[in-house]
């Protein structure tokens, strides 16, 4: 298993950066090879994309999620990957995005692609992108202020 980790800073407060990472169905707007995200439910999100020249489609599951804190998942099926983004402020209007994921790449095209570093780069761009996209806004698209813990969601 594959783990990468980066940091982004964003010119926008905490409660922006996360409001803005809980739309999870725009994220194809900034990563790359996502080709679509469907929110089932409050913890099941299950995506579409393109990795390698290879269709990929994989459910994962939201274990954990605190407001302007962290957000963590997993898959449950297909692509096997993992991760936590979490949102510190940095600043009256600026806050730090860091992203770890953990990916088993699939078949010797992927593992040639790992050890190349390809996602690495991948994760680096997408948070750029993703500073880039909820900097242009000023404003989340949307927000979801639940919490999750041990994949069960709480609304209170």
């Not at 739309?23 to 900034?30: L, R």
């Not at 997408?126 to 000023?138: A, I, Q, T, Y």
Request: aromatic residues 8%.
């Amino acid at each position: 298993m594959s783990r990468v980790e980066h940091s982004v800073d964003v010119d926008v407060p905490v409660r922006i950066a996360y409001n803005q990472w809980t739309q999870f169905e725009s994220f194809p707007e900034f990563m790359e090879g996502v080709e679509s995200v469907v929110q089932k439910d409050d913890t099941t999100l299950e995506w579409h994309a393109e990795i390698g020249g290879q269709d990929k489609q994989w459910t994962a599951e939201i274990v954990e999620q605190t407001p302007d804190q962290r957000i963590a998942w997993r898959s449950t099926s297909g692509a096997t990957n993992a991760g936590i983004v979490t949102f510190v402020p940095s600043g009256m209007d600026a806050s730090r995005v860091t992203l770890q994921l953990e990916a088993d790449p699939e078949g010797p095209l992927e593992t040639v692609g790992d050890a190349l570093g390809v996602l690495d780069r991948r994760v680096k761009g997408d948070l750029e992108r993703f500073k880039e996209f909820v900097e242009s806004r000023g404003a989340a698209t949307g927000a979801w202020r639940g919490e999750i813990h041990g994949g069960q969601a709480d609304r209170s």
